[in-house]
Every structure is written in C-alpha cells, then in structure tokens.
C-alpha cells in the first residue's frame, strides 16, 4: 500500500514537471508571436501615422498659398488669427486659413478691397466655429451653408432658422437705412446686405463656443484640432525632408525618358517606319501593274496589224498572185525592216522594277549589319574592363550578406533580443495589471463608500421614508 501511494506520488511530480515545462514551451512561443504581431501592428500604425502628417502638412502649405495670392499684404494678420482659431472658435491652423481665404477671394471677386476681404473673411470663418459649436454639426458643413452669403442660395441656411427670401431681405435693408431694395442693388451691395443679414440672423450662434469651451463635446473638438494641428507641424518637417528626395527621382525619371527616347530613334533607323516600307511595295505593286497593262496593249496591237493583213491578201485577183507574192515577199521585208524599228529587245535590258527594290532591300540589310556592329565596338570600348567592378560587386554583396548572417545569428545578439522581447511583454502585463489593480482599488472605495454612508445614515433615510 505505501509502495502505491509513493509511486502515485512520484507520478504526479513527473507530470507536473513534464507539464509545466510544456506550457512553458507554449507561453514562449505565444509571447514570440504575440510580440510579432505587435511590431508588425505598430511599423503599419507608423507608417498610417507619418501618411497623415505628410497630407496634413501638404494641405497646410496649399491653404498658405491662397491666403498669400488673396492677402498680398495681410498674410500675417491671416496666420494670427489662424493660430488663434482653435481656442476661439473651434477651427484648425488648416481650416481658418481655408476658410478665411476662400471666403476672402469670394469678397475680392465682387470687388471689396483686401481689407474689406479680411474683415468679411475672419468674420464669417469665426461664425462658421460658432455655428458648428451651436447647432453641433461639423466645420465644414457649417462653412459651406455661409458661402451662401456669397451665392445666395436660400436653402442651405433654413437648417439654420435663417430664411433669406427675397422679401425678407428687402424688408432688411429697408428697416436698415438702405433706401432701396434688392432689385435696385448692384451685386456687391447685394453681397454686402446678406453679409449683414445673415450675421443678424445668427446673432444667438455668434461666441457660443468660447461661452461652451468647457463642455465635453468642445474639449474633445479642441483636443482632436490640436493633435491635428501637431500633425501638420510634423508633415511639414517630413515634407522639408522628403522633398530633395522627391526631386532627385523626377530628375532620375527625366534621364531614364531621355534614354528611351533615344532607344526608340534607335530602333526606328535599324528597321524604319512600317507606313513608308508599306508605300514602298505599294508603289512597287503599282508599277508591276502598269508595265502589265502596257504589255497587254501591245499584244492588242499586233494581232490588229495581222487581221488587217490578212483581209488586204483575200482582195487580191487570182490573175495578179504572182506579183501579189512578189510584192507580199518584197512588203514582208519591208514589214520586217518595220517591226525591226521597234526595238523589243530593248524591254529586257537595265534593271527592271524588282530588280531595283532587291538592291534598295539588299542595301538596308547591309546598312543595318553595319550600324549593329559599330553599335557593338562601341558599347565594347565604352564598358572597358567593367566586368572586372562587376565580379567586384557581386563578392561585395556576398560579404554584406554573410555580415549580416553573422550578426543575427550570434547566440549573444539572438539572447539580448530575447531578453528584451521578454522584457517588453513583463512590462505590458505589469501595466495591464497595474489598470486593473487601479480599477480594483477605485471600485473598492466607491463601493466601500457608499456602504459607509448607508450604515451611517439608514436610521436617517428611514425615518424621512
């Protein structure tokens, strides 16, 4: 009985060790791969990161340059009231720039002078802040419903409780001063009327987030506008950086078209153009034809010469055949010295048409032999004894790789990285442990508190229930 009880004993010791070894192979390996997954997670949220700086930076620099073109001379006032948008009306370093300047070039476009476009352009973007803020909707819907001032749409500003009907803004500038109507106005005094109009009608907008600055929807407006705003600071300094970059690839580019260019002039002079070389056997075909058809009216000719001959013997008198034949044989050798005045023999000699278009074809094949072998001694000459650098290279790259085999192989380079693999995931457990505990420790005290209270004032809750 004591040799069983020992030897479960010692069974149970054996498994635990052979399991706690186990696990601790499995817990090894999920902490390798869960640090993996965590470093590819984090390289790509960089990446993201540095993504949204450069377009944030890129579209800081592109508003700049419309506040520069609309406010030649105010650009600085611009870019103060720009860096103070966020704290006043809820608006990024982007967005007031933006805004200010569109709504700035809109004001110049009708004929308002610079000044008269600052103080219309800051007005309506600070009241585009407001509006946002008031009737809790985002910058840029609140923006685009104030360009109506501009355009004078009606619809876009009823979400605002602002009705801009015709009569109404007559009956506006009438109770104003105005002295006229809407119809009698040029387009600047119209613009200038819904301006004043619209301001009016918005009075209960106008400052309302700086009154609500520390309501928890404009905190957190003022907290993703500041981190937007660090954002475009870094992508500036990105763009600064990446820029000589950018550059030197166009330029690289630009030398790479210069080179196909010239490769493809090249290849156009080695094998020519397909639209001539099909004119030329177009041509040739053409001439074949017509040396045919010359062909076919002599052969017409002369069977006529032969019929007319022929009718001329059978109107001759059987009487007269004698001298008929004498004078046939004497007209035959007349006729012969005739035809021989037409040299056929003469068709056959010189070089025909073929015969032509063989040597030009004979003389491009050569031509091209030619300049492919000249082509070949030059690159020879100009490579030299290049292959000597490229056996170089080839051994250079051999050796970095080995470097780096060596490096990351070393057992002391694999342990300190395992070391601090380890180390980063003890402290990510200790943090997520050190949360909860705080999260313990509050629990236990609201819960601890709320029981004190009751013990202490049950009699007084019941006596008033």
């Known amino acids: 009985m004591a040799q069983s009880v020992g030897q479960i004993g010692l069974d149970l010791v054996v498994n635990k060790n052979q399991f706690e070894k186990q696990m601790s192979g499995i817990t090894n390996l999920a902490k390798k791969a869960g640090v993996a997954l965590a470093s590819a997670f984090a390289v790509k949220k960089l990446v993201d990161f540095g993504k949204q700086c450069i377009e944030?930076?890129?579209?800081?620099?592109?508003?700049?340059?419309?506040?520069?073109?609309?406010f030649p001379s105010m650009s600085k006032q611009v870019d103060d009231f720009a860096k103070n948008a966020a704290a006043?009306?809820?608006l990024s370093e982007t967005m007031a720039k933006q805004f200010t300047g569109t709504f700035g070039a809109m004001a110049k476009a009708f004929g308002f002078?610079?000044?008269?476009?600052?103080?219309?352009?800051?007005?309506?973007?600070?009241?585009?802040?407001?509006?946002?803020?008031?009737?809790?909707?985002s910058q840029d819907e609140a923006y685009t419903k104030l360009k109506s001032v501009f355009t004078g749409e009606t619809e876009t500003l009823k979400d605002l409780g602002v009705v801009m009907t015709q009569n109404a803004l007559d009956a506006y500038a009438m109770a104003n001063g105005w002295g006229k109507t809407t119809q009698a106005m040029s387009e600047a005094e119209k613009v200038a009327?819904?301006?004043?109009?619209?301001?009016?009608?918005?009075?209960?907008?106008?400052?309302?987030?700086?009154?609500?600055?520390?309501?928890?929807?404009?905190?957190?407006?003022?907290?993703k506008l500041q981190f937007d705003s660090l954002k475009a600071t870094l992508g500036q300094g990105l763009i600064n950086v990446l820029t000589?970059?950018?550059?030197?690839?166009?330029?690289?580019?630009?030398?790479?078209?210069?080179?196909?260019s010239a490769f493809k002039s090249f290849t156009e002079m080695l094998t020519g153009k397909k639209a001539e070389g099909g004119s030329?056997?177009?041509?040739?075909?053409?001439d074949l034809s017509a040396a045919a058809g010359a062909a076919?009216?002599?052969?017409?000719?002369?069977?006529?010469?032969?019929?007319?001959?022929?009718?001329?013997?059978?109107?001759?008198?059987?009487?007269d055949k004698i001298n008929k034949l004498q004078d046939k044989n004497a007209g035959g050798t007349g006729g012969g010295a005739g035809a021989g005045s037409m040299d056929f023999g003469s068709l056959a000699e010189g070089d025909t048409i073929i015969d032509q278009t063989n040597q030009k074809m004979d003389g491009l094949v050569s031509k091209c032999h030619e300049l492919a072998s000249l082509c070949k001694k030059g690159f020879v000459i100009g490579f030299g004894n290049s292959q000597q650098k490229i056996e170089s290279i080839k051994q250079s790259i051999k050796g970095i790789g080995q470097s780096f085999k060596d490096i990351f192989t070393d057992r002391e380079v694999v342990s300190a990285a395992e070391n601090l693999f380890n180390t980063m995931v003890f402290n990510a457990g200790r943090a997520a442990g050190s949360m909860a505990s705080m999260g313990v420790t509050i629990a236990d005290n609201l819960i601890g508190g709320i029981?004190?209270?009751?013990?202490?004032s049950k009699d007084y809750i019941k006596f008033y229930i």
Request: hydrophobic share 40%.
């Open 193 to 223: 009327l819904r301006y004043l109009f619209v301001q009016d009608q918005l009075s209960a907008a106008t400052g309302d987030f700086v009154r609500t600055s520390d309501s928890w929807a404009n905190q957190v407006r003022v907290l």
């Open 56 to 70: 944030l930076g890129s579209d800081l620099a592109e508003v700049q340059n419309v506040v520069d073109v609309t």
């Open 244 to 260: 000589p970059v950018l550059k030197l690839l166009n330029q690289l580019l630009a030398k790479l078209m210069t080179v196909a």
């Open 296 to 319: 076919d009216s002599l052969t017409d000719s002369t069977e006529g010469i032969g019929k007319a001959a022929e009718k001329a013997s059978r109107s001759l008198m059987g009487f």
């Open 280 to 286: 030329g056997f177009k041509d040739t075909a053409s």
């Open 88 to 90: 006043s009306f809820g």
């Open 113 to 137: 002078s610079e000044q008269q476009a600052y103080d219309m352009g800051t007005t309506l973007t600070g009241l585009a802040g407001d509006v946002a803020s008031f009737y809790n909707i």
């Open 451 to 456: 029981d004190g209270y009751l013990k202490g």
